[in-house]
């Protein structure tokens, strides 16, 4: 299995851009999960989906981000207008619902960079 | 209040020199807990996790972790550190307030340095 395939891998973009992060999930996991890392705030749960469907979006910071799932093997997460403190390293990861695993695999991040 | 603390932000140790990292926990039911290593400019990788048994956990690269329920910690160790160890590493444990939600809660990091 390639694992959990995130694009770009880095990302710049100019303040009011619109940015697209892309994610393909391992093949057979129903968990997905966006996270966000940076220095000051370490690593943050953005939102996570289970079979398509968002499960719980607390941790987007502002009605500027949205992340949709229209299929098993895909999912984006949208910054539109981007501003530069959403400058961040985005990681994507899955995993599979046995409650003996809940293993998460993470992708390799994208570095996004916002002037 | 389910959460992971890490408490130290770096440990440095000599190459050769056995390492620990230190992971407390606090979470309702029976813990399921995890840890993960970050290579400078790379995704988190897993490298072991404690689900019930033994509470010795053998992983990747050499590490292991035990696991000590009176004292809710999960240290991460490695009997001899080797420079390719230096990284940030990451413990976590699963979120029960709800069931069958995949949800891990994270630490904070450690970032380990091992010195030639």
């Known amino acids: 299995d390639a694992g959990v395939i995130q694009s770009p891998r880095h990302e710049v973009t100019e303040m009011g851009q619109e940015v697209t992060l892309r994610c393909k999930p391992i093949?057979?996991?129903?968990?997905l999960f966006w996270y966000r890392q940076t220095m000051m705030r370490g690593l943050e749960l953005l939102i996570y989906?289970?079979?398509?469907?968002?499960?719980?979006d607390s941790g987007m910071p502002e009605d500027r981000f949205s992340a949709k799932m229209p299929n098993a093997s895909f999912s984006t997460l949208k910054i539109q207008p981007s501003e530069p403190r959403d400058s961040a390293v985005y990681f994507c990861?899955?995993?599979?619902?046995?409650?003996?695993?809940?293993?998460?695999?993470f992708g390799p991040g994208t570095r996004l960079t916002v002037l | 209040a389910q959460s992971v603390a890490q408490p130290e932000d770096q440990v440095n140790v000599a190459e050769g020199n056995p390492l620990t990292v230190k992971c407390t926990y606090s979470?309702?039911?029976?813990?399921?807990l995890f840890w993960y290593v970050q290579y400078p400019n790379r995704g988190l990788q897993f490298l072991l996790k404690?689900?019930?048994?033994?509470?010795l956990v053998k992983g990747s690269y050499g590490f292991e972790a035990e696991f000590n329920k009176s004292q809710t910690s999960f240290h991460l160790k490695k009997p001899s550190a080797l420079v390719s160890d230096s990284a940030l590493y990451f413990c976590?444990?699963?979120?029960?307030?709800?069931?069958?939600?995949?949800?891990?809660?994270f630490g904070q990091g450690t970032t380990l340095q091992v010195k030639p």
């Open positions: 990861a899955s995993s599979y619902s046995d409650r003996l695993t809940d293993t998460q695999y």
């Open positions: 093949s057979g996991h129903d968990y």
């Open positions: 989906f289970n079979n398509n469907v968002p499960i719980d």
């Open positions: 979470v309702s039911g029976n813990p399921y």
């Open positions: 404690y689900i019930t048994g033994d509470n």
């Open positions: 976590a444990v699963r979120d029960t307030r709800s069931s069958n939600t995949g949800k891990l809660i």
